[in-house]
């Protein structure tokens, strides 16, 4: 009975540690990529539909492989990140009126359109581009 509750004890403590040190590394690479200074003036509500999941990027210094939900909507640009990421990554709405150059950039073989926001680089898939040029010339 005792070693039951040892054990069951080690587990707890290592699910508590291992949830506390996941929010810091998150929280970090939220401070690191620049999001939470974009979240200052860009945070929104989270979209429940209507989004891209699974979405490959970069904001800031730091990679979102696979882990970013985008949408393109009348009032601009969405960008959200995974439910298991998200600790310190509000949802951000970009308008379509700070959104104004990309330009291609090659990252390991793979082609991104990539803009400066407030003086951050958010990166996306090259495929983004006709959707965003479309909603740019239409809502800007």
């Not at 690191?32 to 210094?61: C, D, H, I, M």
């Not at 009126?97 to 990252?107: D, G, L, M, N, V």
């Not at 400066?116 to 800007?140: E, F, V």
Request: hydrophobic share 45%.
């Amino acid at each position: 009975m005792e070693m039951a509750l040892y054990i069951a004890g080690i587990a707890f403590a290592f699910m508590v540690v291992f949830s506390i040190l996941w929010s810091v590394i998150v929280y970090g690479f939220s401070h690191v990529s620049g999001w939470q200074n974009l979240a200052k003036k860009f945070a929104t509500q989270p979209l429940k539909e209507g989004f891209y999941a699974n979405v490959t990027g970069r904001v800031g210094l730091s990679n979102y492989n696979g882990l970013l939900r985008l949408a393109f909507t009348q009032e601009g640009m969405y960008l959200h990140i995974m439910p298991f990421f998200q600790f310190g990554h509000p949802p951000l709405l970009f308008p379509w009126t700070k959104i104004r150059h990309w330009e291609s950039k090659r990252f390991f073989l793979q082609t991104f359109i990539c803009c400066t926001i407030d003086g951050i680089q958010i990166c996306l898939p090259q495929k983004y581009l006709g959707t965003l040029q479309s909603y740019t010339s239409a809502y800007s």
